[in-house]
């Protein structure tokens, strides 16, 4: 759990997040060229609605609604009602409810039905795998069968044909390049050693995505599962402790970029407003069952390249240094993690912002905000 002042900056982040998200920005999304009456008149609810990707595509459907021919009600899951206030100017309004709870606890589920799930809630920071590694798990896995369950007990949408539940996984589900691809695509499968304490967050999403499938084959639920890069925006938070949210903070801080490896890792990024429209292309477009990589080779990137580039931007310097043990139980041990996004490339989708644009349009928006 944060400390006390820890938390105090988290709660200052979520008042300002919102100025961040550019009314530009929000105008694209909500003018994709989707099939969107698939929401029209449905309630949508959003697990890790506080999150850096959930107040993104809530602010999206929310602008959305501001359209006279549109109505979605939102339902924001979280385990904080207090931080979901101070995020969102919603509260109180006709087409926005909170639900406060934790979604890795046994039977739990909010008490409003919903047509949509969209299940994002996750322990995603490096340093929680090895700090809280039951949590990352359970997050995955139990909270997941809960919101399945809450699923099926919304009987009309078991009538419908569209997608139903959208299940946010990784990556990290490829594991480490075995060294016969250049790129992963949705068929790929690479080596995990599942007797390691990092193996915890790949493997538990492994494991989310045959849950849905058997909750797709026994239940009906029409599940589709977006694969999602290392997101980047100006929503991460101050407790992001994933590599390139620590260069971003530090650089906007005034103090030098530190990278803790030799950083020729590559990796494939997208800003959370790219991921966003992938969801929101694989709810919309997409077909149930399938998993589509949220991924475009504009943003594969080194993490050396990356550091130099908010280090550049930020007026700072790069420095090495050795990563404590926790930080080292913490790191994926993959080396070469590029994800072809070819398949939802096919239903339309496209990156508004490769990886230059990205994280400079993240630093200047987080530095204007103050």
Not at 196 to 201: E, F, I, M, Q, S
Not at 217 to 238: D, F, K, M, N, S
Request: include cysteine.
């Amino acid at each position: 759990m944060p400390d006390q002042r820890l938390q105090s900056r988290l709660y200052q982040d979520d008042r300002r997040l919102n100025p961040r998200l550019s009314q530009d920005a929000l105008s694209y999304c909500a003018a994709l060229p989707i099939d969107w009456s698939r929401l029209n008149g449905k309630t949508i609810a959003v697990s890790g609605a506080t999150g850096m990707i959930g107040t993104f595509l809530i602010d999206v459907l929310m602008r959305k609604n501001a359209e006279a021919d549109f109505r979605c009600d939102v339902i924001a899951i979280g385990r904080n009602a207090e931080r979901i206030r101070a995020r969102f100017p919603y509260v109180g309004g006709e087409h926005f409810h909170v639900a406060q709870m934790d979604v890795s606890v046994p039977g739990a589920c909010p008490e409003l039905p919903a047509d949509i799930v969209v299940h994002l809630a996750s322990t995603t920071h490096p340093r929680a795998y090895a700090t809280e590694p039951v949590a990352t798990i359970t997050s995955n896995i139990i909270g997941l069968k809960n919101l399945l369950d809450y699923a099926c007990s919304n009987d009309a949408s078991r009538h419908g044909d569209g997608i139903d539940f959208v299940f946010a996984s990784s990556v990290e589900v490829y594991g480490q390049n075995r060294g016969d691809v250049e790129r992963f695509d949705e068929r790929y499968c690479g080596y995990i050693d599942a007797n390691t304490l990092r193996a915890g967050y790949p493997e538990a999403k492994r494991l989310g995505e045959s849950l849905c499938q058997a909750y797709r084959e026994q239940y009906g639920v029409r599940p589709v599962i977006p694969r999602i890069a290392r997101t980047y925006g100006p929503t991460l938070h101050a407790d992001d402790s994933k590599a390139l949210s620590q260069f971003i903070h530090r650089g906007l801080a005034g103090e030098d970029i530190i990278l803790k490896s030799e950083g020729t890792q590559r990796y494939s990024y997208a800003y959370v407003g790219d991921t966003v429209t992938g969801l929101l292309y694989c709810m919309m477009q997409g077909k149930a069952g399938e998993a589509y990589n949220i991924a475009d080779s504009a943003s594969d990137c080194r993490l050396r390249d990356l550091a130099a580039l908010v280090a550049e931007y930020c007026g700072v310097e790069v420095r090495f240094e050795l990563p404590d043990e926790v930080e080292s139980k913490g790191y994926s041990k993959a080396t070469l993690a590029l994800m072809d996004g070819g398949k939802l490339a096919g239903l339309g989708w496209k990156v508004k912002y490769p990886i230059r644009q990205g994280i400079e349009r993240t630093l200047h928006m987080m530095r204007n905000a103050g």
